[in-house]
């Protein structure tokens, strides 16, 4: 069955590293996602590709960025790790160019920050 | 900016209970709404995809309306079971804003047995 996976699952970083996470999915998506999950702001859109070599800032895209050299993966680069980027981060993923398709999530990345 | 709104953000009802959860949207001009779940410690499960063009959806015990022109949906959940409990979020796909979701801040419910 297609899917998408996250990896890893929890992370734990000091302040001012650089932290990858992974995002794959098999749906043979064109469209990708990154949210953060934060309790009193919910879900938040960081970065989004509509294919490859193409990326797009959200909502809270400061201190991240993303790049996309093939269909299956968009990986979520924290470039100087901060406290406030304590989350959980959620990969998702749509077909077709319409947007009619439903979005479906990857299981989420705990990330805490020291 | 669209703003997505759901009431209550808890709910606890007994078992069998038939229940409503609402969800408004200060902009009409959206393609889509979808609802998901979101048990604890987990990510979202796609429930129900409404079209603009579409006035309800069903799957199963599920049933979503969509009234756009009053920025309205509503989930029902018929005949509620204790593995119903979960988090219930809806989202909106905004005309002009490409494939991005705008998300409300979920209602909590939980079935007691």
């Known amino acids: 069955d297609a899917e998408i996976t996250q990896s890893p699952r929890h992370k734990i970083t000091e302040t001012g590293r650089q932290v990858t996470l992974a995002c794959h999915q098999t749906w043979n998506h064109n469209n990708m996602f990154w949210y953060r999950q934060d309790l009193g702001h919910g879900l938040r859109l960081i970065h989004y590709s509509y294919g490859v070599q193409d990326t797009n800032k959200g909502e809270v895209s400061d201190g991240y960025s993303v790049s996309r050299s093939n269909t299956e993966d968009l990986p979520l680069t924290l470039e100087s790790a901060a406290s406030s980027q304590t989350s959980v981060y959620f990969c998702a993923s749509s077909g077709g160019l319409a947007g009619a398709e439903e979005q479906f999530f990857g299981p989420g990345t705990r990330l805490t920050v020291l | ?113």
């Open chain 2, 1 to 113: 900016k669209q703003e997505v709104t759901q009431i209550p953000a808890a709910l606890s009802v007994p078992e069998g209970e038939n229940l409503v959860l609402n969800c408004s949207f200060t902009d009409s001009a959206i393609y889509n709404l979808q609802w998901f779940r979101q048990d604890p410690g987990k990510g979202l499960t796609s429930l129900l995809l409404i079209q603009s063009s579409q006035r309800e959806q069903t799957s199963g015990r599920l049933n979503a309306s969509l009234d756009k022109s009053s920025g309205r949906s509503t989930l029902y959940i018929a005949a509620s079971q204790p593995g119903d409990s979960a988090t219930y979020l809806c989202a909106v796909r905004l005309i002009g804003a490409g494939n991005m979701l705008t998300f409300g801040g979920g209602t909590r419910l939980m079935v007691k047995p």
